[in-house]
């Protein structure tokens, strides 16, 4: 199985910082990471997919990037409603497989 | 409106079975391969299972091969979970969600675009 790992499992952000969030596999997957977007009690929502390609409806300000084994979400400028947990996702192979999630919080 | 929702969850005894539900509305079911994803309490997503648009082709974590059972009912807009001998590790909330993908130079690039609310399975004596 491919382990994904990501880095920080937190952080405390003030709005408006540029957050940055990072996604490692075991072997290389190509482009084919996904990241979501949690907030508590709710289901998962798409960000990103093919590892830099912005999902419909999904501000700008989010951005990814990497190949191979490293990932990258951006988000340039942090609002209000982007505190939540994020989860990368690779579709590499099955089983599909999540990083441990990274909680952004107000700091 | 695209969207998914899930039924079925409970309070079972460990050993015990119980089947959960997602019902699909505002769009083709049939042509659409679909999720299950868990997330026990505190904890991160799983991903627990996927079955083919016409239910033909199925896949399990090995977490939950040979007590799970994915299915579907085209006719009905509706996906399927059985589970059997369940185990206090199989408490989470069940989601079910929908495979997309989009094609960049011949390559498939899948993901998990709509989701339900999520159903609660509770594994306890």
């Known amino acids: 199985d491919i382990q994904m790992t990501q880095s920080p499992s937190s952080l405390s952000a003030s709005v408006g910082d540029r957050v940055t969030i990072t996604c490692r596999a075991s072997q290389s997957i190509s482009s084919y990471l996904n990241w979501y977007q949690q907030k508590p009690g709710t289901a998962p929502k798409l960000l990103i997919y093919a590892a830099s390609s912005l999902h419909s409806g999904v501000p700008s300000r989010f951005s990814g990037s990497g190949f191979g084994t490293d990932f990258t979400l951006t988000i340039s400028s942090l609002q209000p409603e982007d505190f939540a947990t994020y989860y990368c996702q690779q579709t590499y192979s099955t089983p599909l497989t999540f990083g441990g999630g990274t909680k952004v919080e107000i700091k | ?125």
């Open chain 2, 1 to 125: 409106e695209v969207q998914l929702v899930e039924s079925g969850g409970g309070l079972v005894q460990p050993g015990g079975s119980l089947r959960v539900s997602c019902a699909a509305s505002g769009f083709t079911f049939s042509s659409y391969d679909m999720n299950w994803v868990r997330q026990a309490p505190g904890k991160g997503l799983e991903w627990v299972s996927r079955i083919s648009g016409g239910g033909g082709s199925t896949y399990y974590a090995d977490s939950v091969k040979g007590r799970f059972t994915i299915s579907r009912d085209n006719s009905k807009g509706t996906l399927y979970l059985q589970m059997n001998s369940l185990r206090v590790e199989d408490t989470a909330v069940y989601y079910c969600a929908r495979r997309s993908s989009t094609v960049v130079i011949n390559y498939y690039f899948y993901y998990m675009d709509v989701w339900g609310t999520g159903t609660t399975v509770t594994v306890s004596s």
